[in-house]
């Protein structure tokens, strides 16, 4: 988004209604305003009220610039001059993560909907994430059957269909449509991802991409799924070669880790993330990704020194992620000393750091695994 939508002049116009902030979550500064403006999803976007400091409008995901121009429109328009208090009332709810009463109020907002109303799709997907959230699956995929015929031709019968095929994945093996939901809503989502009309962004069909991967997990086809992770590795390589700018190209360097780890190449990300470090020698993204492809690989030392590179650049709830490499690393290579010390020192710097953003199931799981040593 920073490297292909923000830049975008035709957000210009919306320059004096709102104050931009971008929050780095891992920052120890920041914990506070993580509390009140709570994320659980990567990328996120608030619209605040600056009186209340309350959530209008929380924005799962990517988006288009037209796709935010709209969302800032109506949510400007709302609240300056407020018309729909049943709306609000649920983006509220939604923007303060309450889940399963969002889901709620947002289907009472669609209930009384106008037919062609310009706000159907927005709400849509709200409600989807919001029902995703709350485990309510079965919900999830009626809604999603329902919107995807209104929501043709235009970017949410994307997020719409993605929904569907992942709500449909979550149901009980003991469902008897569940196959028969997986495969119509995995088709939808193919058709989307493969529509060049459709306007959306790069990173959300490489997400679709990745669902689409585990629908054919899930069904049991290896031959599928391996045909699709390489569908989405060269779709991911075309976009990483269109990029002007190293951010840009850097944008998709995660997604396509991921896409080679799963074919069994992780070899294929070294020369992507060896560019990425050099041009972008101040995040410790690269090193950690290159740590993790040399793992991958069995080539312990050099995954070692792209995590002693890493780590000085790193901090808050990202450091762990990196330190518990440190630690697996350790174990591969059979040296159990170092790794019992590696998960005494993430454990205390995991326990050290902020309530907000103390990452509590990792901190389980180190106690669990030291338990041993004090026998």
Not at 80 to 91: F, G, I, M, R, V
Not at 263 to 275: K, Y
């Amino acid at each position: 988004m920073r490297a292909y939508v923000f830049t975008n002049p035709a957000l210009e116009r919306h320059a004096g209604q709102f104050v931009w902030l971008a929050l780095d979550n891992e920052k120890k500064s920041n914990a506070p305003l993580r509390k009140k403006l709570p994320v659980d999803a990567w990328p996120t976007y608030l619209l605040v009220d600056p009186v209340t400091e309350k959530v209008l409008v929380r924005w799962v995901g990517s988006a288009t610039v037209t796709q935010l121009a709209t969302m800032f429109d109506e949510t400007y328009g709302s609240y300056t001059s407020p018309s729909d208090t049943l709306l609000a009332e649920a983006d509220r709810l939604f923007g303060a993560t309450r889940y399963e009463e969002a889901a709620a109020a947002y289907a009472r907002v669609l209930e009384r909907a106008p037919k062609g109303w310009s706000g159907y799709a927005r709400t849509v997907d709200a409600r989807l994430y919001a029902l995703t959230r709350s485990a309510q699956f079965e919900a999830c995929v009626r809604q999603a059957e329902e919107a995807l015929p209104r929501v043709a031709g235009v970017p949410s019968f994307a997020s719409v269909a993605a929904s569907g095929l992942d709500c449909a994945m979550s149901l009980p093996d003991s469902n008897l449509h569940r196959e028969a939901m997986i495969r119509s809503f995995e088709a939808q989502a193919r058709s989307a991802i493969e529509d060049s009309t459709l306007v959306i962004a790069a990173d959300d069909r490489s997400g679709i991409y990745g669902m689409l991967v585990d629908a054919r997990h899930t069904l049991g086809d290896s031959l599928g799924e391996r045909a699709t992770l390489e569908q989405w590795a060269a779709f991911l390589e075309g976009e990483a070669a269109k990029a002007k700018t190293p951010d840009a190209r850097a944008v998709f360097d995660s997604h396509r880790l991921s896409a080679y780890l799963e074919l069994g190449q992780p070899e294929r990300a070294v020369p992507m993330l060896q560019a990425s470090e050099r041009d972008l020698p101040d995040d410790y993204n690269p090193p950690f990704r290159l740590a993790t492809a040399y793992k991958a690989m069995k080539k312990y030392p050099e995954s070692m020194a792209a995590l002693e590179r890493a780590l000085p650049k790193a901090y808050g709830p990202r450091k762990v992620r990196i330190l518990r490499l440190r630690t697996d690393v350790y174990v591969a290579t059979g040296d159990a000393a170092a790794a019992d010390r590696s998960r005494r020192e993430t454990l205390a710097y995991a326990e050290a750091l902020p309530e907000e953003q103390r990452p509590e199931s990792t901190i389980a799981a180190l106690k669990k695994e030291l338990e041993p040593a004090k026998q």
